[in-house]
């Protein structure tokens, strides 16, 4: 009977994946990325793969998202949080809805989305703040948004009182596909998704 070593001894002779290629790279990268529930870091993905330049590693990055982006395709590659991470296409969004039979309610009011707003420009912001800037008492919606995890305590503001100072976390970075602050839309783009009543596409549904 073989035992278990020679098993595994045989089956890595037999192996022809070996991760010598960039397309080797790109399936493994894809794999890693299936499994994980979080984006991955890419500094992670170099170290194992002892990828010490990132001109090489973003060349195998931009092969994988051209064949993503593919016609044929349903997913694409997706930078968030600072991470790499495997999303749907946003083209495919009210089909997804459909089958998965997604409420609308599911997602953020228009309240929450200008606190929100306030919170990422404004960071770290007070409610008392939030509440001036909206004009209505903040308190509840910013408890709403504690809970859902896209903003965070950060500390307190250095005034008579300490007030709590709020500011986004990664979750929020990830709700909306964004790989970092920088990414956030202007102040005009924000404008005129509140008159329309619509928020990004948030339906980014891991594979």
Not at 48 to 58: A, D, G, R, T, V
Not at 191 to 204: A, D, I, V
């Amino acid at each position: 009977m073989e035992k278990p070593a020679d098993r595994l001894k045989h089956m890595k002779q037999n192996q022809d994946f070996n991760l010598d290629t960039i397309d080797d790279k790109i399936a493994f990268i894809e794999s890693i990325l299936f499994v994980s529930k979080e984006p991955l870091e890419p500094e992670k993905i170099m170290n194992f793969l002892n990828c010490k330049n990132i001109q090489e590693f973003e060349k195998i990055i931009a092969k994988m998202d051209e064949s993503c982006r593919q016609s044929g395709r349903g997913i694409i590659l997706q930078r968030a949080g600072g991470g790499l991470q495997l999303v749907t296409k946003p083209d495919i969004h009210p089909f997804l809805k459909d089958f998965y039979t997604i409420k609308t309610s599911s997602k953020l009011s228009i309240q929450s989305l200008e606190t929100l707003s306030i919170v990422a420009y404004r960071q770290p912001v007070t409610i008392a703040e939030i509440s001036d800037l909206r004009g209505v008492n903040s308190i509840g919606t910013v408890k709403n948004l504690l809970q859902k995890k896209l903003i965070r305590i950060s500390g307190r503001k250095k005034v008579p009182g300490l007030p709590l100072l709020y500011s986004t976390t990664r979750e929020f970075l990830l709700y909306f596909g964004l790989n970092d602050l920088t990414e956030l839309p202007s102040l005009e783009e924000l404008t005129e998704m509140f008159e329309e009543k619509e928020q990004p596409s948030l339906f980014t549904i891991k594979t």
